[in-house]
């Protein structure tokens, strides 16, 4: 990568990585120092970090009781060996 | 040897860790293999919908797994964790049924990076071009979103709109969404599970979050709109 700033084009394919902590300490940094001047790009940080959190409130549909009884009666036939 | 036999062990059994499950299983301890059902099967369907065709079929291939963890229990040696062996059964099975009904789930590392090497988080048209003022900036500043209260509660149409943007991720980009964002699971255990690099792993989940970001916004957009 080279040593110029970064465009908004280059920061919005690093964002998911810099929410993670998964880039080097260089493209991190090179990351916030664009965001410090650049309102726009801190706006869409801000849109991914939230639609992070909102994948996290999906809450799975509870298991069908149903599939406890299945299983657990498959358990008890493979007990009585 | 019955479930009944170990009064008050549901809440126990409810913080037992893996070493203590499996344990519990070898001995036939029928608690704690409802307790692993009951902390596994509703990812088990999450992750198979990500390759099946309907949540019907994803609830079946989950109870396969489940028979498949009995018979493959007594071979069971412990060089992978518990989770993760279960979770790799499901995976199998889930892509098997997908293909068997015609879903195609090319998933090796190759087919990612080249079938679609374009993909970009943004869409280059939102950007500025060679010829304009600021190149590689912002046309218009992104929302603020103020419009939706997006991470704190989700209205059920939020929910909606979400949940079908993951349906219609490919197979690859919904599996590791699920489990690193739904789910909140590590990335190791994630590219434990589905047999992945990490740094494809890095790239499937970065693609999967931008395409939710973009319903998001397209949602937030017409909300904003209507007021």
Known sequence: MS??????????????DYLDLALTDTQRARVEAHLEWCGDCTRYVDQMRRTIVALGLLRPAPPDPATITVVL????????? | MTEAEQPNQGQEWAEADEAQL???LRRGDGQAFITLVERYHGTLVRLAMSFVGSRATAEDVAQETWLGVLR??????????LKTWIFR?????????????GRSIPFSDMWTLEQEPGETAVAPEHFQGANDPEPG??????????????DRVLSAELRDT?????????????????LRDLEGWSALETCNILQISESNQRVLLHRARARVRRAIERYVQAAEEAT
């Open chain 1, 3 to 16: 040593h110029a700033s970064l465009t908004c084009r280059e920061l919005v394919e690093l964002v998911s």
């Open chain 2, 137 to 150: 900036h912002w046309r218009q500043a992104p929302s603020t979103w103020a419009a939706a209260p997006v």
């Open chain 2, 22 to 24: 499996l344990e519990g």
């Open chain 2, 89 to 101: 059964i499901l995976t199998n099975r889930a892509k098997t049924r997908g293909a068997r009904e």
């Open chain 2, 162 to 178: 979400i949940e079908a943007a993951i349906a219609e991720l490919p197979a690859s980009q919904q599996s590791v969404i699920t």
């Open chain 1, 73 to 81: 009666e498959a358990w008890r036939q493979s007990e009585r060996r």
């Open chain 2, 72 to 81: 493959g229990l007594p071979t069971f040696e412990g060089r992978s964790s």
